[in-house]
């Protein structure tokens, strides 16, 4: 058995079609079988509430008198985009205000221009003959524009991997704040409600499929930006009018140190054809698995600790190496919930009616890392070879002498083997040396806990070793944990000796 | 009851809470203390009917005393529960109920603060 379109259609304009939600399902497949789901249910409402920082907004002002063609433009201090012509803008979510930083972005200029709030329009020309005008300023309402259309290029990831935090410092990210020693779990995403999560091959969902976006009646565009359903992470490219939109279905947020977002509402009504929609849209949280990444390595490629379910990370708390460790989501379950809910009654009601794509989404496609045709600058690049180091069984005066001679801060410490066990700078051998007591050996005095570098690190890497861990060098070791080079703050400075900075 | 009890160590460093304990004989409660070389912050917990005489006694003492009505508290409006706030308290006051609602037990709450930076929409308060 299958259903048409048209079928399904006409069921909601009589207002006869069974309407259910992606959370609803896996119920309804257990309890009536395949056949008897597809039999019974014609739509399936998708929702999903998360933070979707790439995101924005077209706005076109209308005409001034006189007219300018508007260069650099701003909303509330917060900058839009000035490459397109005259009067027409690109607000970007995670554009962050001149004067408030992260407290306030593109994002919060989105909600306010939807909450009924006045912004004010800043911008400046060089003044052309049919331009004339150089500057010009005024408070504006969203009912004051002639078009306000959100248009996102990356929108509901299928899912999104779960982040921890090795390290011993706590992390400021996109996936929110990440306590030391893996001391929490944050993730994202609606599983179960998810939209593509429901329509992994990607049948349904595709250019010119209505949706809900933020309150307003959307439409998918086409695969988003860096879709990788190969690797199950797709993504949708949507658009909906700003003017439709409410408050409840889209919020700005910041994620404290890593700055803007916004939180979309976004649903997506799937017609039940077949067997294998009804398969697709029974998944379950279970189902659905993602990796935990350690966000403690700060790489393309981070470390995966282990796959972990949605209804895992939904359960409060997971375990990682025999320990529980507590989970936060940062998607709200129950807005993505609300959603779904919205959307349904939209379809029942006959307000929403379905269609199939006009152009379908590659459903197989991977990702592609950036292409770097030059590399950054490398540790080697700039580390100082001219190491001293000292034995850990020297006296503290030799150090010191080691220290005048060498021309150096810091005393890289190694063992009889040649291994680094330890640091000691011209502060410790001071205090030492002012406070004299027991110490007389570079061990008595030495810092054990070293932070190192290695001769392939970026060195913007190296230099976030330096600022959180509040130190002035960082030894450069071997895959033996040898001693090669030291890279001090002073070596930073090579930087801009015109070798990297052109 | 929960007090917040800051006091200067500028004249010496007396052992405030100590002495409030053996003049009082009121078993406290610290839950949190930050004391430094000049200044000490504790916020310590007390059986309500005791409360008048520790406070006074302390500020006896010297220390200013403010007596805390509410925990961390949510704006409502603002709050999306999504549940960032959940996994970073060390004392495990916030939690999502089965609609997926957050829930705060107040009375956990050691008012350290932790959870206003992660949460993505501002919605935490410190009641001072």
């Given at each position: 058995m299958h259903k048409t379109i048209d079928q399904i259609n006409e069921r909601i304009r009589d207002g006869t079609a069974r309407v259910v939600t992606a959370e609803e399902m896996p119920a309804i497949v257990a309890e009536l079988g395949e056949e008897g789901a597809l039999k019974e249910v014609d739509v399936v409402t998708t929702g999903t509430f998360g933070a979707m920082c790439s995101s924005g907004a077209f706005l076109n002002f209308g005409h001034a008198e006189p007219p300018i063609r508007m260069e650099r433009i701003w909303l509330n201090n917060v900058e839009a985009y000035g490459g397109l012509a005259a009067v027409d803008t690109y607000i970007g979510a995670t554009q962050q205000s001149d004067t408030r930083e992260e407290q306030y972005g593109g994002a919060h200029v989105i909600e306010d221009l939807v909450s009924g709030k006045s912004v004010e329009l800043r911008a400046s020309s060089r003044g052309t003959d049919c331009y004339p005008r150089r500057t010009i300023t005024t408070d504006l309402l969203l009912e004051n524009l002639n078009q306000a259309?959100?248009?996102?290029?990356?929108?509901?990831?299928?899912?999104?991997?779960?982040?921890t935090n090795s390290t011993e410092h706590i992390l400021h990210t996109y996936m929110g704040v990440?306590?030391?020693?893996c001391g929490n779990v944050s993730f994202s995403g609606a599983g179960v409600l998810n939209p593509i999560s429901n329509d992994p091959k990607l049948r349904l969902i595709g250019s010119g499929v209505p949706i809900f976006l933020c309150g307003a009646q959307g439409m998918v565009i086409g695969e988003g930006t860096q879709h990788s359903p190969a690797g199950g992470f797709g993504t949708l490219m949507v658009t909906g009018d700003l003017k439709e939109m409410s408050p409840d279905y889209l919020r700005a947020a910041t994620m404290t140190g890593y700055g803007v977002t916004l939180y979309v509402g976004l649903g997506i009504p799937l017609p039940v054809l077949d067997i294998d929609v009804v398969r697709a849209t029974a998944v379950r949280d279970e189902d659905i698995f993602v990796d935990l990444l350690d966000y403690g390595v700060p790489s393309r490629s981070r470390p995966m600790l282990r796959k972990v379910s949605y209804a895992e990370l939904r359960s409060g708390a997971i375990e990682l190496n025999g320990e529980e460790i507590r989970t936060s989501s940062l998607s709200s379950f129950r807005k993505a919930r609300e959603v779904a809910m919205e959307l349904k009654r939209r379809v029942e009601s006959g307000a929403m009616q379905l269609a199939l794509p006009t152009r379908l989404i590659d459903s197989k496609k991977p990702v592609k890392s950036m292409h770097e045709s030059t590399k950054g600058p490398r540790v080697l690049d700039i580390m100082d070879r001219q190491v001293v180091s000292i034995g850990e069984d020297e006296e503290i005066r030799t150090a010191a002498k080691k220290l005048l001679k060498g021309d150096t801060n810091h005393l890289p410490v190694i063992n009889s083997d040649n291994i680094l066990v330890g640091i000691v700078?011209?502060?410790?051998?001071s205090k030492a040396v002012a406070n004299p007591g027991k110490a007389h050996l570079v061990?008595?005095?030495m810092r054990t806990k070293v932070i190192t570098t290695t001769p392939d690190e970026a060195v913007d890497i190296a230099v976030q070793k330096l600022e959180?861990?509040?130190?002035?060098?960082?030894?450069?070791?071997d895959g033996e944990n040898h001693v090669i080079a030291l890279l001090t703050a002073m070596d930073l400075g090579k930087l801009f000796g015109g070798r990297w900075l052109k | 009851m929960k007090l917040l009890v800051t006091f200067s160590r500028k004249k010496g460093s007396k052992p405030i809470i100590a002495q409030v304990v053996r003049d009082t004989g009121v078993l406290i409660n610290v839950e949190r203390a930050i004391i430094d070389s000049s200044e000490g912050e504790a916020l310590i917990d007390v059986p309500d009917d005791q409360c008048e005489l520790v406070r006074n006694t302390m500020i006896n003492l010297g220390a200013n005393v403010h007596t805390l009505e509410h925990g961390i508290s949510v704006n409502e409006s603002e709050c999306i529960d999504c549940g960032a706030c959940v996994s970073i308290c060390p004392r495990e006051v916030f939690s999502l109920d089965s609609h997926w609602k957050l829930q705060l037990a107040e009375e956990k709450c050691v008012i350290c603060g932790k959870c206003i930076e992660a949460c993505p929409q501002q919605a935490l308060t410190l009641p001072i």
């Open positions: 259309i959100m248009c996102n290029p990356r929108n509901a990831y299928q899912r999104y991997n779960a982040a990440l306590l030391p020693n700078t011209t502060f410790d051998i061990k008595d005095i959180k861990n509040n130190i002035s060098a960082l030894p450069v070791v | -």
